[in-house]
């Protein structure tokens, strides 16, 4: 078994830290920005410096590649995406660039022996912060791969057309055509190209916390389903529409929202995860009665049957009275479970057990770039605790030893998908 280097790794999640530091211990660093530039200037210069060939394809997904013994083998990819969310923390996405370098590292500065080259990678704007959607270009360059409904999220020209949410008049493809790292599209990664993928990523929840384990052995990332419940009312003067004939949208939302949660717990699935995160409503003024309330609700299962429990719960809303107001339900997408390639899940778990490593069998309950690979390549993943469960905020955190065990489990995982041939 090999070790990654807590020293080496500290200094890098340091360095990184640095591009686009808010000064309150995390980092707002968007696609394509110039904070974004910095990062990869860093991974550049240090991938150069232990002699590897960096490529960047059309999108900017960026490559640095170590040769293999067989200059005809194809190549093992490592790697996540360098973008932030608004005020974000230091390590989802970059520690998954972090850790494939630091093996890239490792195996020059140990000199050890494997047939396949090594890709450490960056995916350009996963987390869609300024130009949505999330993991945009792992989507593009899965788009002939993937099921054929999904197919329409991803078209090039719509990506490209994306707008900025901070300027109206930027898109996302005007802003990558002056972007300095826009290269090939020769230089995608591809199944002729490559053999494998593995992404390293913290949890982002406190499953491995609770259960006093430091690396999480991905099996899939759970089945979702986004509806939008819609109520339409009457609107009318809040001082003189009398109480008993209003038809009040929010009010039956209200009401909605609150039976959903009664009903759907009632299946009484634990691990079951439901939110409402999003709310329009209209005209939104303190003197009117809402005539129109639209909710979102995503949910989140592994079991397709779960799922569609939920969803026939979801679908009597219509059927229901809510304050006379009348209710549609539009589905808004869904997607099955995506397992991962149960060889390479195999590797990780080899490798976690060999290195006796505090270890479990988890879910990923968010997105990640390595789920749309999966329809081109086996692909696999790798977590890290998260203090406390948080993500995507300041605070988010883990310790450069359990980062540095991260790393050295998918280093001997790498390894063995290596020697399979
Ligand atoms: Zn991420």
Not at 179 to 202: D, V
Not at 235 to 256: C, N, Q
Not at 260 to 274: A, C, N, P, R, W
Not at 400 to 421: F, S, Y
């Amino acid at each position: 078994m090999y070790q990654c280097d807590v020293k080496t790794m500290t200094d890098k999640i340091k360095a990184f830290s640095k591009f686009g530091d808010t000064g309150n211990g995390g980092i707002t660093r968007y696609a394509l920005s110039k904070e974004d530039i910095a990062a990869r200037e860093e991974f550049v210069k240090r991938m150069k410096a232990i002699g590897a060939v960096i490529e960047t394809d059309d999108l900017a997904n960026m490559y640095a590649t170590i040769a293999g013994s067989d200059a005809n083998a194809k190549r093992i990819v490592m790697g996540s995406h360098c973008d932030s969310v608004k005020n974000g923390g230091n390590y989802d996405g970059i520690l998954g660039v972090i850790g494939a370098m630091e093996v890239l590292e490792t195996v020059v500065k140990q000199n050890i022996a494997h047939k396949h080259p090594l890709t450490a990678m960056i995916w350009t704007n996963e987390e869609g912060s300024e130009f949505p959607p999330c993991m945009m270009c792992s989507g593009i360059v899965s788009h002939d791969y993937m099921p054929e409904r999904f197919r329409d999220n991803f078209e090039y020209h719509k990506m490209m057309a994306s707008q900025s949410i901070l300027d109206t008049k930027m898109t996302f493809g005007q802003k990558l055509s002056s972007f300095p790292y826009k290269g090939e599209m020769e230089n995608r990664i591809s199944p002729e190209k490559y053999k494998a993928m593995f992404e390293l990523h913290i949890e982002q929840g406190p499953i491995l916390e609770d259960a006093k384990k430091d690396i999480g052995v991905v099996r899939c990332v759970l089945g979702q389903m986004l509806y939008r419940i819609k109520f339409y009312g009457q609107a009318a003067h809040a001082g003189t529409f009398p109480m008993k004939k209003r038809k009040d949208a929010f009010y039956a939302a209200a009401e909605a929202l609150c039976y959903l949660h009664q009903e759907i717990d009632k299946l009484g699935y634990e691990d079951l995860v439901y939110t409402t995160g999003e709310v329009v409503m209209h005209p939104c003024v303190n003197t009117v009665i809402p005539d129109f309330f639209d909710f979102s609700i995503d949910v989140r299962h592994e079991s397709a049957s779960v799922l569609n429990e939920v969803r026939e719960i979801i679908l009597k809303l219509e059927q229901k009275q809510w304050q006379g107001c009348r209710c549609q339900v539009v589905l808004g997408w869904n997607r099955d479970t995506v397992y991962w390639d149960k060889k390479l899940v195999g590797y990780v778990k080899e490798a976690a057990k060999e290195l006796g490593t505090a270890h479990m069998d988890i879910h990923s309950g968010a997105g990640h770039d390595a789920q749309y690979i999966s329809y081109m390549l086996p692909t696999t993943m790798i977590f890290v605790a998260s203090q406390n469960g948080l993500s995507h905020c300041e605070q988010e955190y883990t310790s450069p030893e359990q980062c540095t065990e991260g790393a050295t489990v998918l280093l001997n995982a790498v390894l063995k998908c290596d020697k399979e041939d």
